[in-house]
């Protein structure tokens, strides 16, 4: 778990990235470093309530899963990547470029998916 | 007993918010709707209605709910004014409160706060012109002459107070131009072209205008009453019948050619541009029954709410990436542009077309 909480707090290391959290599609909070500004049960709760409201629309509309959704907002970024059993959620601010930091963000979604597999084990 | 009451219907609610969202329908949303008036929670009921509304835009029942609580939370908006107005008096508490009762379509409460409000601040003009569109609504309605002869005066009165005011030059040039009043119609629309000499529309109607015969002399009273023996108005639309009434029908063209652009580029499968309840579509897409219109509104509505709870803004537009390729999404306010997409499209000039094509509709609706 420290793991996973080392991988997060790395990844606000990145510039533009203002915090990320580690969440079930149910809303459990695994692990979060997010910025004061915003209350991780809050982003967990609105994370989980996308996920499965997309998720829903799609298989409804048979075109099946999604694993990744990006959002874009006047004052910042929101970007849900799908792990198998839960979901990376990533803050930016609005002027971040997610095309310099998708490497980033793929690299701690990789590492985040090894240590879970670790743990679990 | 009442806690025990509450605490049933707390229950309910929860087993509603659940089945909404596993077998939404038009009645779970009632039903939903229902639990939350019963429990004051106006909002919620609001946004259920309307949620339900994306979903199922043709529900009479759900539009029946959405009226119903938009009723309620004006009666709370209302009562919270008058509080405010007992306490300290402004020209803009009672503006506000005469618009509460326009929207509640209360004709009898309008007329009574503007007239207490231009008792008290008679240099306000704000008062004169709430009053005035009211009648004049109710000229167009029922044709009679008294409403519309008050209408024109409460008009005049506002521009005295401010002759500026483009507004009130507009609607008194459409009213006098529709009941015959010609000449009168062309004063106010020869100010309102000096007040706004960038509006492309008043300029084609004053040389429409100005290219019609032009009487003598307009006797307000005698054509106010003929309308009323007519029983219809000798005149149609002012600006619509100077070039303005293609607009539409125009902003729809370009829409649909721009659709058409986006529908072009390889790999886009479907694209589909939404306002309300209404929907283009383009590429290898049947109907405004496709999956993929319903899947675009739930997404769009979802990320506007995640977005605005998030404190992040507005939601403006995103991208999503699966099995299906990539959706992508853009949106403002009602207006929802949209594009699914095979892998390995480049989403980014997508994402460009539809920004523009969502923000050239908005500018033409303007």
């Known amino acids: 778990m420290t793991a996973i909480q080392d991988i997060l707090d790395a990844l606000r290391e990145v510039p533009g990235i203002k915090g990320a959290a580690l969440v079930t599609p149910d809303g459990i909070v695994i692990g979060s470093s997010l910025s004061a500004t915003l209350n991780t049960d809050v982003v967990a709760g609105l994370a989980s309530f996308l996920i499965t409201t997309t998720r829903r629309s799609l298989r409804e509309g048979g075109l099946g899963k999604f694993t990744r959704f990006v959002l874009q907002a006047t004052n910042g970024k929101v970007m849900l990547i799908d792990l198998g059993d839960s979901f990376l959620v990533v803050h930016t601010d609005q002027f971040a470029r997610l095309e310099s930091s998708r490497v980033e963000v793929e690299e701690a979604a990789r590492e985040i998916q090894r240590a879970s597999r670790v743990n679990v084990s | ?366």
């Open chain 2, 1 to 366: 007993m009442k806690l025990l009451n509450r605490l049933r219907i707390w229950k309910e609610l929860r087993h509603l918010e659940a089945k909404v969202r596993e077998e939404p329908s038009p009645s779970t949303f009632v039903d939903l709707g229902q639990v939350y008036i019963n429990l004051g929670m106006l909002n919620e009921t609001l946004a259920a209605a309307d949620e339900g509304l994306r979903l199922f835009p043709n529900s009479a029942e759900l539009r029946k709910l959405l009226k119903f609580a938009k009723r309620k939370q004006l009666d709370g908006r209302i009562k919270e004014l008058r509080q405010r107005l007992n306490k300290n008096a402004t020209a803009k508490l009672y503006r506000d409160l005469a618009q509460l009762y326009v929207e509640l379509g209360d004709f009898g409460s309008v007329q009574g706060t503007c007239e207490e409000c231009i008792r008290r601040f008679p240099q306000d003009p704000g008062a004169h012109l709430i009053l005035a569109r009211t009648r004049l609504t109710n000229f167009y309605r029922d044709m009679t002459p008294r409403d519309g002869l008050e209408a024109v005066r409460g008009l005049q009165r506002v521009i005295e107070l401010d002759p500026a005011n483009a507004t009130a030059h507009r609607l008194l040039a459409e009213v006098l131009y529709r009941t015959g009043a010609v000449r009168s119609a062309l004063v106010h629309l020869e100010r309102l072209h000096q007040l706004e000499p960038q509006d492309n529309s008043v300029a084609l109607a004053l040389d429409n205008l100005r290219r019609q015969p032009i009487p003598a002399h307009d006797d307000l009273e005698v054509l106010f009453h003929a309308v009323e023996a007519a029983g219809r108005l000798p005149y149609g639309p002012l600006v619509h019948e100077s070039g303005r009434g293609g607009a539409d029908e125009g902003s729809v063209g370009h829409i649909r050619e721009a659709l058409a652009h986006i529908a072009e580029v390889r790999g886009v499968h479907k694209a589909a541009y939404i306002r309300g309840a209404k929907a283009l579509v383009k590429g290898d897409i049947k109907d405004g029954r496709d999956a993929f219109l319903r899947v675009v509104r739930v997404v769009a509505k979802a990320a506007q709410r995640a977005a605005r709870r998030m404190d992040i803004g507005n939601f403006s537009k995103g991208v999503m990436d699966g099995e299906f390729g990539h959706i992508c999404v853009c949106c403002f306010g009602d207006v929802i542009a949209a594009v699914l997409c095979a892998a390995g499209t480049p989403t980014d000039q997508i994402l460009t077309d539809l920004q523009e094509l969502v923000a050239s509709s908005l500018c033409e609706r303007d």
